[in-house]
C-alpha cells in the first residue's frame, strides 16, 4: 500500500534561519507531488506542485523554494526564513489522471521566532 | 479563476440533528468534486468523491449543476462527526481548489 511521510513534525527556527522539510512516497511511482499551507479559517493554500523529477511549479510568490531529486521524494526550503513563513505545512501526492484521490501527509509545524 | 465558496466558518448542531454543509463552486464544465475532513490530531483525508455516489459514514454529496453546488448532508449527527470538512472541486487542469473549510461541531 501507498504512503506518504513527512518531517520534522514540528520545528523552531529562528529569522533568517535555513529550512528544509522533506516529503517521501513510498507503494507508488510517478506521482503528482505537492506542498500546501494550511492557515485557520483559509483552507489549503498549494505552494508547490510538481509532475516530475525536476520538475517544479509554484503557485504564489514567496520566501519558500521546492525541489523534487528523486521520484519519490519533495523538499521544501527556505534559505532564509521569515517570521511570516510559521504555519502549518502539508505535503501531499496524487495518482495521475482524473478525479484521483489527493493523499496527505501528517504535517509539519514550523514556527519562526 | 475557478472558486469554491464554504460560506460557514463554523457550524455548530445538536447530536442527532440534521447537518449540511454548503460548498458552491464557479466552473462551467463537470468537475469531478470531493470533500476531504481532518480530524483532531488526525491527517487530511478523503471523506467522500462525487464520481463514487457512495455514502460514507452517513454522509452524502449531490452534486447540483444548476446551482453548482456540492452540499454534504448527513441526517443524524454524531459528536464524531466533529472536525474540520473541506471541500474541493477538481479546476480544468485536474488540479484540485480548496474552500476555506467549515468546521463542524456537534454537540451533546
Known amino acids: 500500500s501507498q504512503t506518504i511521510h513527512q518531517w520534522p513534525a514540528t520545528l523552531v527556527q529562528p529569522v533568517g534561519s535555513p529550512l528544509s522539510l522533506e516529503c517521501t512516497v513510498e507503494?507508488?511511482?510517478?506521482?503528482?507531488l505537492y506542498w500546501y499551507r494550511q492557515a485557520a479559517g483559509r483552507g489549503l493554500q498549494l505552494l508547490f506542485y510538481s509532475v516530475g523529477i525536476g520538475q517544479i511549479s509554484s503557485e504564489v510568490p514567496q520566501n519558500l523554494s521546492a525541489s523534487r531529486p528523486q521520484d519519490r521524494q519533495f523538499i521544501l526550503s527556505s534559505k532564509k526564513l521569515l517570521l511570516s513563513d510559521s504555519g502549518f505545512y502539508l505535503c501531499?501526492?496524487?495518482?495521475?489522471?482524473?478525479?484521483?484521490?489527493?493523499?496527505f501527509g501528517e504535517g509539519s509545524w514550523l514556527t519562526v521566532v | 479563476a475557478q472558486r469554491v465558496t464554504q460560506p460557514e466558518k463554523l457550524l455548530s448542531v445538536f447530536k442527532g440533528a440534521p447537518v449540511e454543509l454548503k460548498c458552491n463552486y464557479s466552473y462551467s464544465g463537470s468537475p469531478e468534486l470531493f470533500w476531504y475532513v481532518q480530524y483532531s490530531r488526525q491527517r487530511l483525508q478523503l471523506l467522500l468523491r462525487h464520481i463514487s455516489r457512495e455514502s460514507i459514514k452517513g454522509f452524502t454529496a449531490d452534486l447540483n449543476k444548476g446551482e453548482t453546488s456540492f452540499h454534504l448532508k448527513k441526517p443524524f449527527a454524531q459528536e464524531e462527526d466533529s472536525a474540520m470538512y473541506y471541500c474541493a472541486p477538481e479546476d480544468s487542469n485536474y488540479q484540485l481548489i480548496w474552500g476555506a473549510g467549515t468546521k463542524l461541531i456537534i454537540k451533546p
Open positions: 507503494g507508488t511511482s510517478n506521482p503528482n
Open positions: 501531499a501526492w496524487r495518482g495521475r489522471g482524473v478525479g484521483n484521490t489527493i493523499y
